[in-house]
Nanobody
């Protein structure tokens, strides 16, 4: 079992920035691809970004490409999501995901964090 703990969400104005963190309290973190998904009220959970094991590759949804950056620190068992130029449509609960294989499909994620709310005001 992998336990993931997210932090860093909050309220920000459009155009602002936030940085989300997700720490694993179980080992071995480095064997998982890590990612972020988000879910707005009344909508399905959507893929945002993932980073492969050892950080060799990253992938982003078109809606966040160029604005969001995912990174990982295996020594700290933590994955980050830096979000710049935030828009009201980025408002959602953001979930950290641990994956044995990188995936953009939420049904294939192996472990989830509890979620952190991001609200972008216009």
């Amino acid at each position: 079992q992998v336990q993931l703990v997210e932090s860093g969400g909050g309220l920000v104005q459009a155009g602002g920035s936030l940085k989300l963190s997700c720490a694993s309290v179980e080992r071995p973190f480095s064997t998982f691809a890590m990612g972020w998904f988000r879910q707005a009220p009344g909508k399905e959970r959507d893929f945002v970004s993932y980073i492969t094991q050892r950080g060799s590759s990253t992938y982003y949804a078109d809606s966040v490409k160029g604005r969001f950056t995912i990174s990982r620190d295996d020594a700290a068992s933590t994955v980050y999501l830096r979000m710049n130029s935030l828009k009201p449509e980025d408002t959602a609960v953001y979930y950290c995901a641990a994956m044995k294989l990188p995936t953009m499909e939420w049904r294939r994620v192996n472990y989830w964090g509890q979620g952190t709310q991001v609200t972008v005001s216009s």
